[in-house]
């Protein structure tokens, strides 16, 4: 005869392995739970009947297991509308100039696009470098002490030796310290939100020529 305490210790076993590897629903324990019951009840010993304290647990996993996915489920549909009402919210942003973290400028009819740095603290050195294709650098913008936040970097489209660049794609580099320390400033550009999109890491707008940002990162809006 198969003892109770053989077939309790299967039940746990597989209880646990189902909790492990998240492979089963909690319907799916729930019925495997009920089949190895009605085994252990039909196979247990007079001498050694079955144990109330075993059971109790393995119910209580059973029941840990449904009110943990029934939460999963409510929370995955609270995301999901939450993320359905941020899109719709962040439609307002359609036509407007935001301010993202990116690297890159463009330089059209000698006028260069506008640019920016976020600098997280107080900064007593804050410097610029704009970068031609191939990565020279061709201008320097000493910024000096900045206190914390959103800043214009103003470049007028010209080089160090006060001639216009010509026209074309440039990036960019920000560096700020304080006390000699880095305080990790952020690049920023500026851009038109053409559209509002989301994906699996939230909503995001589209500023046209391929570039996407995370609402979530924008500086500035005008």
């Known amino acids: 005869m198969t003892t109770t305490s053989n077939v309790g210790s299967s039940t746990t076993s597989a209880v646990n392995q189902a909790l492990q590897n998240g492979s089963a629903s909690a319907a799916d324990l729930q019925n495997q739970f009920l089949t190895m019951l009605v085994t252990q009840m039909n196979n247990q010993d007079p001498l050694n009947p079955?144990?109330?304290s075993q059971l109790t647990s393995q119910l209580a996993q059973i029941s840990t297991v449904s009110g943990l996915q029934t939460m999963n489920t409510t929370m995955t549909q609270l995301l999901q509308q939450t993320a359905a009402s941020r899109a719709m919210d962040s439609a307002n942003l359609i036509g407007k100039t935001v301010m993202v973290p990116g690297s890159a400028v463009s330089v059209s009819g000698g006028v260069p696009g506008q640019i920016g740095v976020d600098i997280p603290s107080t900064a007593d050195?804050?410097?610029?470098?704009v970068l031609d294709a191939s990565g020279n650098v061709v201008r320097t913008i000493d910024m000096k002490g900045q206190t914390a936040g959103v800043k214009d970097v103003a470049w007028d489209g010209k080089n160090d030796q006060g001639n216009a660049v010509a026209d074309g794609d440039y990036s960019f580099k920000v560096a700020a310290t304080a006390n000699g320390k880095d305080v990790k400033p952020v690049a920023l550009v500026y851009g038109k939100v053409q559209a509002i999109s989301g994906?699996?890491?939230g909503v995001?707008?589209?500023l046209g020529n391929g570039q996407t940002a995370s609402v979530d990162d924008v500086r500035r809006i005008s």
């Open 50 to 52: 079955l144990d109330n």
């Open 199 to 201: 994906d699996s890491s």
């Open 204 to 206: 995001l707008v589209d």
């Open 125 to 129: 050195s804050v410097t610029v470098q």
